[in-house]
């Protein structure tokens, strides 16, 4: 007898059909992708669990190949993601700018990693004149490390449970919310930390790019022992407005050259044209084309 499929990890509807299965690219099993006829959601099952996330995969030695966690830590200024700090730091100045100075800009980096944005932005100190407070959730050796030896304020997931309503102007979330086995928890709670007003600053992969729909769940983004939630940008609009949070366009450069870089690690001399191509701004713009990295939303919280 075949199982019923399972209800939508994000909205919760029964309306879910399977899209097709496909092997891990790490674990020797095989992996259902499910699709929500309501919200667009994609999903899969099972779920690989936490535990994935080891120092084998810190080390780009799971189902990641292109993690490079311990350059991250000891220098941002070297690992592939400082390209997506710079867009970060641009879209929170822009959406500052203007504003009567106030107290400190409080910022949660949601899914902080190895901690290479908070780096950046202890370095950076102010935005629009006003200075930082910054605040990281995730769990695991390297959130251990920053709140030991890097002196930052790290958060697990109980601890970010208590923190008061209202608390932060910005909330950062990169590359995170596709790892999550329930997103709209993870949204809903960064809603409500969020003061009214506030920013979401939020990427994730397009399901609904070119690319993606090129090649279905056969896309590379779509690995299935990490990547466990995916989006295209209504549904992700929706689960926004379901949770007081307006969608807001936004123009990435700096995350759409991480895409091709990062992929071409392990090939140096295709990174090297590859990073010489970026530096002119349509080549730029013909990889956003593909990849529909600008198409995510980002989000303001509802005054």
Known sequence: ?????????????????????????????????????DCEFLFVEPFSGFEIYNEAYYRGEGPDPFVDYETEYHDWRRA????????????????????PPGGPIAWLDFGCGAGGFLKFLRERGAFAGQPVQLAGH?????????KRDDHFHILNLDELSREPDRRYDVVSMIEVIEHLPEPATAIALVARLLKPGGLLILTTGNLDCRVARRHGIHYRYCA?????????????????????LDPRA??????????????????????????????????????DWLYGVSDMPCAVKRS
């Open 138 to 146: 995730d769990v695991g050796s390297y959130a251990e490390r920053l």
């Open 80 to 99: 592939d993601r400082g390209l997506e700090f710079e867009d970060m730091e641009r879209i929170a100045g822009e959406f500052f700018a203007g504003r």
């Open 250 to 287: 936004v123009r990435y450069r700096g995350a759409v050259k991480f895409k091709i870089v990062k992929s071409l690690r392990h090939r140096p001399v295709v990174r090297a044209v590859a990073g010489l191509a970026l530096r002119f701004p349509p080549f730029v713009s013909l990889v």
């Open 1 to 37: 007898m075949t199982p019923a499929a399972p209800r939508c990890r994000c909205c919760g509807s029964a309306n879910v059909t399977l899209r097709g299965r496909k092997p891990g690219n790490f674990l020797p099993r095989e992996f259902a992708f499910y699709a929500c006829g």
């Open 224 to 244: 299935p022992e990490i990547h466990v939630s995916l989006f295209n940008p209504r549904c992700l609009a929706r689960l926004y407005r379901r949770v007081g």
